[in-house]
């Protein structure tokens, strides 16, 4: 059993058996003696120990609650010096506080009560049970029930993964636990001799004929490690030690598989569907296979070394299987089964069954290294090593939600997420002044989209982050500014007064937006000046390219992602330096698939996906997945935001024109009923129905001017 794993299933502790869980922690490994007196008296709990002949009154407090815990654990110290007059105070919590929070909660008691103290979260709780060897009376006190059905009906794979212990940041040595842990688990319940436990281990983990020497050293190093024995006829078993690890590691995996399928069916009751324990066990799997998927797709896309790539016999379209099911087999049309599926995947992202599968997917296809390092694509030991360029499909997102708290679509929130997740992890971001120039450039587009607020339900989709941004919020009846005009304003007054010259008037906006971006950590950054010569290999293949995607940029848009590209690049084939490029356009993402681009260019959703790997399991969430399936109205509002974007950035001023309102309104209205909304290609062909609207009503004599407008893309990395 590793640490995060028993940390996982400690968070999930309601008070009455955390209470038995802290009673384990603070008897029977430091020997302190509870006397409960909890009531009206004092709130708290009293413990007294015996040293040196004298009675020290020590107090120990427990909590459950998910917020405040610092205020909440000074005034509960407070309460039991009062009440109490205890020299020492205990407190602890099943939120997951980091290292440091715990002693700066611990200090601050001390230094300002003058009493001793300490803090607990669930890892330090799991990591002194499992070095004292009290794991067997945990399970005992929580005494939670173990629904054994389960176990001999889920695939075995998948209680192998579940089974690795490679998570914690305790656990140091990656390279090998996977063969170790294979190794331990071919012989519970199964004595081999040693040929046929080389073979079974290969066998199961793909691996090829190089390994078996590895694969023996481990075996001889378990022996050495008294977790196995050899008998008289040559048959290697577990040890009592190792035996009873596993036996544990198999209870809390029941536990969870069994808590799992049980909210589950309290979901499905919502939706007055009937549900079985075989059907969610059905389901689970299918979650599993998906999040497992996804996960080697993203180790895929940063180049790591998969070593065992035949391990898995992941079936595809999972997700597409989820909502099959309820439409097939439950009788619910495609939007009931559409909310369904998200539901269940934002339920399992968080579930430690699911994310401990997963998890070890990774570690079993990298041969137990660390993502990270494995990465060729950034290869660097730590992420405050990788440099990160923002881009302004991203970039946008993150300024607006400097401003205004709220979130639009999931490509707003992964974007704002994946520049705070970035930061968390000191990684340094950049943006260079043409990329300031464009997120300026699309501020002076959304004043564009003035007189249309009574379309504020489709514009919530625009792809336009500052007018999405405005009516999500004003969608919501959150506070905003009454009109767009003084929304906008917000970001940089200079957008209030109309300027003939669109040049000046860009740059006087781009200023007041590097100011707001620079003052929240993202670094202005030179690039060099490079002459036709110095990039002409780099335009033709990006040009390739947009040409197989079929997008069109204006020349200094196209410019700018190439000075990125060039600058970047040479930094790290000169300078030995590690760079990415976050983005969500299509075309820059699909250049990192190249052999120019030495670097890794990946969109905010799979930026988060790799970071998270990287956290400790307890701290980690899987978002690769959640609300991966857009709902029907959604898509439908989404189009409608599309037209009116197209119409917004190829059209001439007249399209405020308030009688071609209507016809726009008349226009997007027969487009979407004419078209299949699950058609693949349904982009394209919106945005072509768009073109001939506006060469129809001769819109697209844009003012020479406007050009300089750095507008929208609209082609995002989906």
């Known amino acids: 059993m590793d640490i995060e794993t028993l940390a996982n299933h400690i968070t999930k502790l309601g008070k009455h058996y955390f209470d038995k869980a802290c009673n384990v922690v603070l008897s029977e490994i430091l020997n302190l003696t509870p006397i409960n007196i909890d009531g009206s008296y004092d709130g708290g709990t009293d413990i007294v120990s015996i040293k040196d002949g004298q009675r020290e009154k020590v107090a120990y407090q427990i909590t459950t609650q998910k917020t405040d815990i610092k205020n909440k654990a000074y005034k509960d110290a407070k309460k039991a010096i009062n009440k109490l007059s205890v020299q020492k105070f205990y407190f602890l919590t099943t939120y997951n506080l980091s290292e440091i929070d715990q002693i700066l909660i611990a200090t601050e008691i001390s230094q300002d009560l003058g009493i001793t103290a300490q803090c607990f979260s669930p890892k330090i709780i799991a990591g002194l049970i499992l070095s004292k060897g009290k794991l067997n009376k945990f399970l005992d006190v929580v005494d939670l029930p173990l629904p054994r059905q389960h176990g001999n009906i889920v695939d075995i794979k998948e209680k192998a993964l579940h089974s690795y212990s490679v998570f914690s940041d305790d656990a140091g040595k990656l390279k090998y636990s996977v063969y170790e842990d294979t190794i331990l688990f071919s012989l519970f319940n199964d004595s081999k001799k040693e040929d046929e436990l080389v073979e079974f281990v290969m066998n199961f983990l793909s691996l090829n004929e190089e390994s078996e020497s590895i694969i023996r050293k481990r075996i001889g190093g378990l022996f050495g490690k008294l977790l196995i024995k050899k008998d008289e006829n040559g048959s290697i078993s577990l040890l009592p030690i ?58 895929k896309d940063i180049n790591a070394s998969i070593i065992n790539n035949n391990f898995y016999s992941i079936s595809e379209n999972s997700i597409a299987k989820i909502k099959n099911y309820f439409i097939n087999e439950k009788s619910v049309d495609i939007s009931v089964a559409e909310d369904l599926t998200n539901a269940l995947l934002d339920m399992a992202s968080a579930h430690p069954l699911i994310t401990k599968i997963s998890r070890a997917s990774v570690y079993v296809a990298l041969d137990g290294n660390n993502p990270i390092t494995s990465a060729k694509a950034i290869g660097a030991s730590r992420w405050s090593d990788v440099n990160i360029i923002l881009e302004p499909s991203v970039a946008l997102p993150f300024l607006c939600s400097l401003l205004y708290s709220g979130n639009t679509n999931r490509f707003f929130k992964n974007s704002v997420k994946s520049v705070r997740q970035a930061m968390e992890l000191d990684s340094p971001i950049y943006m260079p002044y043409y990329y300031f120039n464009e997120c300026a450039g699309h501020l002076l587009t959304a004043r564009k989209y003035i007189g249309f607020e009574s379309q504020g339900n489709e514009l919530e989709y625009s792809n336009n982050a500052f007018i999405s941004n405005y009516f999500h919020l004003k969608n919501k009846g959150i506070k905003v500014p009454e009109t767009i005009s003084e929304y906008l304003a917000t970001f940089s007054n200079s957008i209030k007064t109309e300027r003939t010259d669109i040049k000046n008037w860009v740059r006087s906006i781009m200023t007041d937006l590097q100011s707001i971006f620079t003052s929240n950590g993202i670094e202005f950054i030179d690039t060099p000046h490079y002459e036709d010569n110095d990039v002409q290999d780099i335009k033709v293949e990006y040009m390739d390219i947009l040409d197989d995607l079929g997008i069109k940029k204006k020349n200094h848009l196209f410019n700018n992602d190439i000075y990125t590209l060039k600058a970047t690049n040479e930094r790290i084939v000169k300078n030995g330096e590690v760079w990415a490029i976050l983005t969500n356009d299509r075309s820059l993402v699909n250049f990192s698939k190249t052999d120019y681009f030495k670097g890794w260019i990946t969109n905010a959703f799979k930026f988060l996906q790799v970071t998270e790997l990287s956290k400790p399991m307890s701290e980690s969430k899987l978002i690769s997945l959640v609300h991966s399936v857009a709902t029907f109205s959604e898509r439908t509002l989404s189009l409608g935001a599309r037209i009116m974007d197209k119409l917004i950035n190829l059209s001439s001023k007249e399209i405020q024109n308030y009688e071609l309102k209507a016809e726009i309104e008349k226009f997007k209205k027969e487009t979407i009923e004419s078209i299949n909304l699950d058609d693949p290609n349904v982009f394209d062909i919106i945005d072509i129905k768009t073109n001939e609207f506006i060469s129809k009503h001769g819109l697209d004599k844009k003012v020479e001017e406007e050009q300089e407008i750095n507008d929208d893309k609209i082609d995002l990395e989906l």
């Open 242 to 299: 190792a035996f009873d690890d596993f036996k544990n590691r198999q209870s809390i995996y029941e536990i969870e598989l069994y808590n799992l399928s049980s909210a589950q069916t309290d979901l499905l009751k919502d939706y007055e569907l009937s549900w079985t324990s075989e059907e969610s066990k059905k389901i689970s799997l299918w979650i599993a296979n998906a999040y497992i998927s996804n996960q080697l797709e993203n180790l």
